[in-house]
């Protein structure tokens, strides 16, 4: 799973991240995760900024769960959402992220994306 030497994630990519060592209720193990942070921050800071996705049904119905898509690779087939309510920083060199197979996600589910997570953290 180790990303090419010269790979930098860019905003709107779509990468596995190892969420390890988590508490509560935050994600554990390695996740989908949507970058947010443009590549240049990205590049310069070695961290990555963004929200972790999940293929479990219950975020259906959950309110700051944005439908991502249908999922790929071992998840094939069921339904992907990016969770709106769990931003979250890592260092995308050190926990060996790397491109995940679905790339990028679809402009209008970033757009809805970005308008939950306003909501929930009001910066515009």
């Not at 990468?15 to 990205?42: T, Y």
Request: charge should be positive.
């Amino acid at each position: 799973m180790k990303a090419a030497k010269s790979w930098v994630p860019e905003r709107q990519d779509v990468i596995w991240i190892d969420c390890n060592p988590q508490k509560g209720q935050e994600m554990r193990d390695i996740h989908p995760f949507l970058v947010l942070s443009p590549r240049a921050f990205n590049e310069r800071t070695s961290l990555v900024i963004g929200l972790p996705m999940t293929t479990a049904a219950y975020n259906a119905d959950n309110p700051f769960a944005v439908f991502a898509g249908q999922a790929t690779g071992r998840q094939a087939g069921k339904a992907s959402y990016v969770l709106c309510h769990q931003p979250k920083s890592f260092d995308w060199r050190q926990r060996d992220a790397a491109p995940h197979p679905m790339k990028r996600i679809a402009d209008g589910a970033f757009a809805e994306v970005l308008l939950v997570l306003n909501q929930i953290v009001r910066l515009a």
